[in-house]
């Protein structure tokens, strides 16, 4: 097989390792960013408040820690993005993945998790720990 018909990842892709690199710095800077979120409105919903008010309030309460932690990755990175120098061409790939791979990690965070969130919690009344905590006191 020659190296354009090698779908694999591997030694001999055509995904540059800076790239591959960048990929692992978008996907835990993502995963951090969901987990805040989730976790707030999980603490909003054991403190007693309803599904859309807990989604609500965790999102303007989180929205300033998500877009600090994506907007100073994204404009630390603009200069590589743009940068036409002596080896620009090597580190590109990852300002390129991690730029816009976080602005839309970014967006899908903020509107995306919440509502998956909601629709998978369903309506009820208190979050899942605090029912098995109301359980235990039984």
């Known amino acids: ?30 995963v951090q ?18 599904l859309t008010d807990a989604l609500v309030e965790a999102g303007m309460l989180r929205l300033r820690p998500v877009l600090m932690t994506a ?5 630390g990175l603009v200069p590589l993005l743009l940068s036409s120098g002596i080896g620009s061409e090597v580190q590109r790939p990852l300002a390129v993945v991690v730029v816009f791979g976080l ?26 720990d605090a029912a098995g905590a109301e359980a235990k006191c039984r």
């Not at 018909?5 to 835990?28: E, K, M, T, Y």
């Not at 990690?105 to 509502?115: D, K, M, N, R």
């Open 103 to 128: 602005t839309t990690s970014t967006l899908l965070t903020l509107f995306v998790i919440p509502a998956v969130y909601g629709w998978f919690a369903g309506n009820s009344d208190v979050a899942p």
């Open 33 to 50: 960013n969901g987990l805040v979120l989730v976790g707030t409105i999980r603490q909003l919903r054991q403190q007693g408040l309803d």
């Open 1 to 30: 097989m020659t190296r354009c018909q090698n779908p694999s990842i591997g030694p001999s892709s055509s995904l540059p390792l800076f790239a591959r690199v960048g990929f692992i710095v978008l996907f835990g800077i993502a």
């Open 71 to 75: 907007l100073t990755t994204i404009l």
